[in-house]
């Protein structure tokens, strides 16, 4: 069936710091890949997605690049902010309709 | 433009009981998903509702039901609540069926069962 997985976390790093957060999904077809966020309390919001092969999504410094060959979708930032500091979701969407999260990744930043 | 809303913000309700939880979707969007977010289990899949029809449910039972109205805004009900049912539910509205649409999401109703 339809998955995701991707590092649980928690990551802590400093500020200006580079970010990795890896994703691979199995998924029926060539799914749309997105990345939302959650900051505490709050509902997630969606931070970039790709429709297809080879695309880049970008927003706010990050980014990430549908990889068809590996599955992935690994989503990074040059230099994080403590702003960052949220749970992070890839999510493929799923053969049905929904999309398919993990259970996130929390990423704190210290100043 | 205003986002998805939810009501309530927060929903404290006992064993057995039951409760309703409301969305308003993104003015224009016709698809409503509704989901579970417990407490180290991430986000389960409920329910998808797009023209008034469900479309697609998850792995719950079938205490979880709900409807979309011809505003295209939907419920949430949950029947005979157990204590596992205390979770933040969020639901998610896109501007139609296909996969590549966006979902944006509301805040959630916290619900908590006593």
């Known amino acids: 069936g339809d998955s995701v997985t991707q590092m649980e976390g928690p990551v802590t790093l400093s500020e200006e710091a580079f970010l990795t957060i890896n994703c691979t999904y199995t998924?029926?077809?060539?799914?749309?890949l997105f990345w939302y966020v959650q900051y505490p309390g709050e509902g997630l919001q969606l931070l970039l997605k790709a429709t297809k092969a080879d695309d880049k999504g970008s927003n706010k410094g990050f980014e990430a690049t549908y990889r068809k060959e590996t599955t992935s979708f690994h989503l990074e930032k040059g230099s994080v902010q403590v702003s960052d500091s949220a749970v992070y979701f890839c999510a493929p969407g799923g053969s049905q309709g929904n999309l398919i999260f993990g259970k996130g990744t929390k990423l704190s930043v210290k100043p | 433009e205003a986002g998805v809303t939810q009501s309530p913000t927060h929903l404290i309700k006992t064993r057995g009981q039951q409760a309703t939880l409301r969305c308003s979707p993104i003015s224009g969007h016709t698809s409503v998903y509704w989901y579970q977010q417990a407490l180290g289990l991430g986000l389960q899949f409920l329910l998808w509702?797009?023209?008034?029809?469900?479309?697609n449910r998850g792995n719950f039972p079938p205490r979880f039901s709900g409807r979309q109205f011809p505003n295209y805004s939907s419920e949430l009900n949950v029947n005979a609540l157990e204590l596992e049912d205390s979770a933040l539910y969020l639901c998610?509205?896109?501007?139609?069926?296909?996969?590549?649409?966006?979902?944006?999401f509301g805040d959630g109703t916290r619900l908590s069962i006593l």
């Open positions: 998924a029926t077809g060539y799914p749309s």
């Open positions: 998610a509205s896109s501007a139609g069926r296909l996969s590549n649409q966006p979902q944006h």
């Open positions: 509702y797009d023209e008034g029809e469900e479309r």
